[in-house]
């Protein structure tokens, strides 16, 4: 079945950086574009980022574009979120996902941003 580990969260003062990992396995991780969602303290899921499934094209939610890089390692099986100056309306738990609406997605990992 499908499983998505989330990793790498952390507490941060705000203007830091994390890298946030994802390992799939369950399914042909390669063939799939793949999503991180994230749901910040009293919110619903929001979409954050989109990788196609050659890494080859990535889309971001304007709140985290020029800011967050998202890449994946197909022998791997892994996703990996680079998020740099970090703000604190980013914090939340991220998950990786197999689709934009987070149906199928991971445990998540916190992220916490402070001032």
């Known amino acids: 079945q499908v499983q998505l580990v989330e990793s790498g969260g952390g507490s941060v003062q705000s203007g830091g950086s994390l890298r946030l990992s994802c390992a799939a396995s369950g399914f042909t991780f390669s063939s799939y574009d793949m999503y991180w969602v994230r749901q910040a303290p009293g919110k619903g899921l929001e979409w954050v980022s989109t990788i196609n499934s050659d890494g080859g094209r990535r889309y971001y939610a304007d709140s985290v574009k020029g800011r967050f890089t998202f890449s994946r390692d197909n022998a791997k099986n892994t996703l990996y979120l680079q998020m740099n100056s970090l703000k604190t309306e980013d914090t939340a738990v991220y998950y990786c996902?197999?689709?934009?609406?987070?149906?199928?997605r991971g445990q998540g990992t916190q992220v916490t941003v402070s001032s």
């Open positions: 996902a197999t689709d934009p609406t987070g149906r199928r």
